[in-house]
């Protein structure tokens, strides 16, 4: 009966820590948060073959402390996120492969199709870049002419048949700066430099 009440006590205690740890599937999981999960794992199991039930909850909710704050240093300090969890890489610009990208991060063309493929992406022509995130999951964005149509090219084209011509530049939100990817390769081009 005692293991009974251990095992309930650890899972309670388990899901408290981890919703504290916060909501992330494992799929989205940085290194420290998978090191720590890994490790909360491990330790919970122990108080069940022993009996250091305090002792294994101390051990855990200091693991779950230790993340958070991981996780507050890597929002202060741009620079420890680098270090910490690291940053996306760009594996294809302006429709090429970069295959250094690819060898660094073990990565074939075959399993960087797939995951093309996964996005709905025909044709590695056609995006102009692709970066593999933090988390492992692929971003992207298609090159201008391969962008599929938006409200706002909609209403520019019912624009240009109503009055015969487009809306100004001022008019128009597409601001290069508005684009996430600027960042990455920006940073990309400074340190070539």
Known sequence: MDLVWKTIIILVV?????????RR?????????????????????H?????GLLSTIGISSLLILSLIFIEFIELKFNRFESIISGKAIIIIENGNINMKSLKKLRLTVDKLETHLRQ???????????ATLEVNGQLGYTLKKEKQPATKEDIQNLIQLIQTGKLPTQAEQSTNSEE????????KKTSTKT
């Open 14 to 22: 388990g899901m408290v820590l981890l919703k504290i740890g916060g």
């Open 25 to 45: 599937s494992i799929s989205q999981m940085t290194v420290p948060h998978t090191i720590i999960m890994i490790m909360l794992g491990t330790l919970l199991i």
């Open 47 to 51: 108080p069940v073959k022993s009996k």
């Open 119 to 129: 996005l709905g992406i025909t044709t590695i022509s056609d995006v102009e870049y």
């Open 179 to 186: 684009n996430i990817f600027t960042e990455i390769t920006t």
